[in-house]
């Protein structure tokens, strides 16, 4: 999965309705990629990771605890691909999402369940980039 179709898969996945945790994105994305096949779940993984990575950086995170940055970096995410680019030109706009709490822990879940479903068995995940809060040392070399 390159990018454009991470991208168009949750903005395809988005809710019409105000979904403010995620959940009903996180399900949705988890069942169209159940329908698909491992490779497409693996390139989901890669592609949230990586989004995810880009966003463990000390401009966006230096107040929050490592759960509660690492909840926030996917509600920007999960916000669109829009609104993460915009986040990422503009770290000022990351303070909204952590001011006010938004969380979208149930993203992080997607890729397990739906390799779960896919395959029938556990996956022991591991990504090319780690999506864990202070895991992008690039970004917080002056921290």
């Known amino acids: ?76 995410v999960a916000a669109g691909r829009d609104a993460y680019a915009a986040v990422l030109r503009d770290p000022r706009l990351f303070a909204p999402y952590a001011e006010d709490l938004v969380w979208a822990e149930s993203l992080l879940h997607v890729p397990d369940e739906a390799y779960r479903r896919v395959t029938g068995e556990e996956w022991d995940r591991g990504t090319r980039y780690s999506y864990e809060s202070y895991s992008n040392s690039a970004g917080w070399a002056d921290g």
Not at 6 to 32: G, H, K, N, V, Y
């Open 1 to 76: 999965m390159n990018e454009n179709a991470f991208w168009q898969l949750i903005d395809d996945c988005t809710p019409s309705a105000p979904d403010p945790d995620a959940e009903q994105l996180a399900a949705a994305l988890t069942d169209r990629l159940s329908a698909g096949t491992q490779a497409t779940v693996v390139g989901f993984a890669e592609q949230l990771s990586w989004a995810l990575y880009r966003l463990d950086r000390e401009e966006y995170g230096h107040d929050l605890s490592g759960d509660s940055f690492l909840y926030t970096r996917a509600a920007v």
